[in-house]
Nanobody, 126 residues
Framework: QVQLVESGGGLVQAGGSLRLSCAAS????????MGWFRQAPGKEREFVAA????????YNVNSVKGRFTISRDNAKNTVYLQINSVKPEDTAVYYC???????????????????WGQGTQVTVSS
């Protein structure tokens, strides 16, 4: 069993930065691939970024490349999402997710993740 708790969301002005954190409990964190997804009001939840078990491989959706950076600290059981140059369209609830199988392919698809956090709200003002 893995529990995920996101933090770091809030209200930020366009052009600013923030870092989201996702703290995981349980022994499987270091063997899990991790992902970040977001859901904007009235839209489907979408993939944002993912990272391999060791952190050596990362994936980003094209729309956030250059602005979003995913990283992890296995010693702290935490995965991060650094968001720079935020835009109003980044407003969403951000979720982290764990794939306990540690896949390295298909991480953009939600169905492969077996644990999800409750989400943290990010609101960007223009």
């Amino acid at each position: 069993q893995v529990q995920l708790v996101e933090s770091g969301g809030g209200l930020v002005q366009a052009g600013g930065s923030l870092r989201l954190s996702c703290a995981a409990s349980g022994r499987t964190f270091s063997s899990s691939s991790m992902g970040w997804f977001r859901q904007a009001p009235g839209k489907e939840r979408e993939f944002v970024a993912a990272i391999s078990r060791s952190g050596s491989v990362t994936y980003n959706v094209n729309s956030v490349k250059g602005r979003f950076t995913i990283s992890r600290d296995n010693a702290k059981n935490t995965v991060y999402l650094q968001i720079n140059s935020v835009k109003p369209e980044d407003t969403a609830v951000y979720y982290c997710a764990a794939d306990s199988a540690g896949r390295t392919v298909g991480l953009g698809f939600q169905r492969g993740y077996d644990y999800w956090g409750q989400g943290t709200q990010v609101t960007v003002s223009s």
